[in-house]
C-alpha cells in the first residue's frame, strides 16, 4: 500500500512568485487535507477537498488555493509569495471526511521565501 | 486564538521513565482528540485517538487520559525509550463535518539512554 507522497521535498521561491505543491493520496482516500506548519510550531489547516470540492477552510487568504483531481490527488497553489509563507506543508489523505478515518500524512514540502 | 494549549514545551526523561504531556482545549465542540508522533524530517503519524465518551484509552505504553469537566487531556508514554524521542502534537476536532484538525504546539520529547 503506498502512502502519501508529496512533491518536491524542498522549494525555494523570491517573494512575490507564484508555487504549486502536489500531493498523491494514499490508495483509495478520496478527502485531502492542506497543513501550514511553522517552523517549531504544530500544523495549522489551511482547506479540504472532497471528491474535487472544497470542502472547509482555515483562516489562510485566497491567495491560497486548491485543487483535488479525479485520482485525488491534490495541488496547493500560493500566490504573491511573502517571507512568512516559509514553511513545511502537509498533505493529509483519509478514507472519507467523517472522523472515523484518521489522517494520514505525506513527509511534507519545505518551502522557503526569500 | 490558540485553542489547543500544549505544555510542556520540552521534556526530558531517562530511559524506562514516564513522559507526560499535557493538553487543555477550549471549544466544547470538539470530540476527537488525537495525538500524533512527528520525527525530523517526516509527517506526523497518529498515535493515538480518544472521543469524549471515555474517560482513558490505552494503546501498548501509550495512554491517553481524558477530563471532559476540564477541557483537558494528556498523553503518558509509560517505559521511555530512546526511540520514543521525538515531537508529539495533541489535537482536536469535530466529529461531523470537515476533517479539520486543531493542532497543539508541540512538545519535544527526548529520552536520555
Known amino acids: 500500500e503506498t502512502g502519501v507522497t508529496q512533491s518536491p521535498t524542498h522549494l525555494i521561491k523570491t517573494r512575490g512568485q507564484q508555487v504549486t505543491l502536489r500531493c498523491s493520496s494514499q490508495s483509495g482516500h478520496n478527502t485531502v487535507s492542506w497543513y501550514q506548519q511553522a517552523l517549531g510550531q504544530g500544523p495549522q489547516f489551511i482547506f479540504q477537498?472532497?471528491?474535487?470540492?472544497?470542502?472547509g477552510r482555515g483562516n489562510f487568504p485566497p491567495r491560497f488555493s486548491g485543487l483535488q483531481f479525479p485520482n485525488y490527488s491534490s495541488e496547493l497553489n500560493v500566490n504573491a509569495l511573502e517571507l512568512d509563507d516559509s514553511a513545511l506543508y502537509l498533505c493529509?489523505?483519509?478514507?472519507?471526511?467523517?472522523?472515523?478515518?484518521?489522517?494520514?500524512f505525506g513527509n511534507g514540502t519545505r518551502l522557503t521565501v526569500t | 486564538q490558540q485553542q489547543v494549549k500544549q505544555s510542556p514545551q520540552s521534556l526530558i526523561v531517562q530511559k524506562g521513565g514516564i513522559s507526560i504531556i499535557n493538553c487543555a482545549y477550549e471549544n466544547t465542540a470538539f470530540d476527537y482528540f488525537p495525538w500524533y508522533q512527528q520525527f525530523p524530517g517526516k509527517g506526523p503519524a497518529l498515535l493515538i485517538a480518544?472521543?469524549?465518551?471515555?474517560s482513558e484509552k490505552k494503546e501498548g505504553r501509550f495512554t491517553i487520559s481524558f477530563n471532559k469537566s476540564a477541557k483537558q487531556f494528556s498523553l503518558h508514554i509509560m517505559d521511555s525509550q530512546p526511540g520514543d524521542s521525538a515531537t508529539y502534537f495533541c489535537?482536536?476536532?469535530?466529529?461531523?463535518?470537515?476533517?479539520?484538525?486543531?493542532f497543539g504546539s508541540g512538545t519535544r520529547l527526548q529520552v536520555q539512554p
Open positions: 493529509a489523505s483519509s478514507l472519507d471526511r467523517g472522523s472515523n478515518s484518521p489522517l494520514h
Open positions: 489535537a482536536a476536532s469535530k466529529m461531523a463535518g470537515r476533517r479539520a484538525l486543531t
Open positions: 477537498y472532497y471528491r474535487e470540492e472544497e470542502n
Open positions: 480518544i472521543r469524549p465518551d471515555v
